[in-house]
Structure formats: C-alpha cells, structure tokens
C-alpha cells in the first residue's frame, strides 16, 4: 500500500488514490489494470499484509503491488471465480472471494487457485460482502436472501487491529 493512503474503486475501471489530506497519489485517471482495458468497475478491495491490493470486479480478481502496478495482465478466474462480489485476505494472505452465483472461490497469496474448479458452496444467493474474523470463520451475507453464512474455521485467523484497545463508541478492537 503507498503509506497513509486511501484507495478506492470507481465505475469507469479505475482505481484511485489518495493521501490522508486528499490529493490525489495516482493523478486524473487512476490506476486501471488486472490488464488495462480488462478491468471492469471494482466490487471489492482488500489488502493483504505486504500490501498489495486485491481487487474483485465483475471481470476477474486483479492483484496490484504496494505501487499501484497490476501483476497480471488479466484477472484472476481460476477456483470458481464467477463474478466476484467482494474479497477478504486471510491471516496467511489466502484471498477469498465471494461470487454473485453464491459459490466462494479461494486464492493463495500467490495467486493460484486452492478451491476446486467450481468454487466452494456458499451462502446460495448474491453476496453482499465477505469477511474474516480472528477465530477463522469466513462471514458471507446475503444481498437477497437476508442471510449471513458462516464457514466456521475454514480460513487461517486474521489478527485484531490492536490488541488490549478498550472499547466503547469510536474504538476499533
């Protein structure tokens, strides 16, 4: 990740980012890439922990380095990705990914597909995200169903943010 950055997906296929005052890191027309031209608007972002980005949109999931360079010429498809909705990493770097037709795909930090061919079963119906906790369960809601599908322990534990931070409005654990 460029440090003290925000980034963020639009619906032209780029991605932008920003420092914590506002300018612009990555100049008018953002980043685009996965393969340019390639790139279709971006459903999901998440770092893994060496910072790179990985982006999910309806094309593939795009892996880009701390500096904003796409590593692939094409997204991701391998594992069952099949319009991917949203992406979380794993306390290892796994990359997992939700999929509009309900199935869950899993990449390794390298990129290279750990689920089967057709995904991993998932919450049956448009995901609306997906998330990690710090025991391992793999959290999927549904946009449709109303539902939130828990994968318990399938993912390797992703630490808290801060550890003995206390709690009440504004802190994050």
């Given at each position: 990740?460029?440090?003290?950055?925000?980034?963020?997906?639009?619906?032209?296929?780029?991605?932008?980012?920003?420092?914590?005052?506002?300018?612009?890191?990555?100049?008018?027309?953002?980043?685009?890439?996965?393969?340019?031209?390639?790139?279709?608007?971006?459903?999901?972002?998440?770092?893994?922990?060496?910072?790179?980005m990985?982006?999910?949109?309806?094309?593939?999931?795009?892996?880009?380095?701390r500096?904003?360079?796409?590593?692939?010429?094409?997204?991701?498809?391998?594992?069952?990705?099949?319009?991917?909705?949203?992406?979380?990493?794993d306390?290892?770097?796994?990359?997992?990914?939700?999929?509009?037709?309900?199935?869950?795909?899993v990449?390794?930090?390298?990129?290279?597909?750990v689920?089967?061919?057709?995904?991993?079963?998932?919450?049956?119906?448009?995901?609306?995200?997906?998330?990690?906790?710090?025991?391992?369960?793999?959290?999927?809601?549904?946009?449709?169903?109303n539902?939130?599908?828990?994968?318990?322990?399938?993912?390797?534990?992703?630490?808290?943010?801060?550890?003995?931070?206390a709690?009440?409005?504004?802190?994050?654990p």
């Amino acid at each position: 990740m460029i440090a003290g950055s925000v980034w963020f997906g639009d619906s032209t296929g780029s991605l932008s980012v920003f420092d914590l005052t506002g300018v612009a890191l990555t100049g008018t027309s953002g980043f685009t890439g996965g393969g340019v031209g390639s790139f279709a608007g971006p459903l999901g972002l998440a770092f893994d922990a060496s910072g790179r980005m990985w982006v999910a949109s309806s094309n593939g999931v795009s892996e880009f380095t701390r500096q904003g360079g796409a590593v692939s010429s094409t997204p991701n498809t391998s594992g069952g990705i099949n319009d991917p909705q949203a992406v979380a990493v794993d306390g290892v770097g796994q990359v997992w990914v939700a999929n509009a037709n309900g199935t869950v795909s899993v990449l390794s930090n390298a990129g290279a597909a750990v689920s089967p061919a057709s995904g991993y079963s998932g919450p049956g119906s448009t995901p609306a995200g997906i998330a990690i906790d710090i025991s391992g369960s793999v959290w999927v809601p549904s946009g449709t169903a109303n539902t939130v599908t828990r994968i318990l322990g399938a993912a390797a534990p992703v630490a808290p943010l801060a550890t003995g931070a206390a709690s009440g409005p504004g802190v994050r654990p």
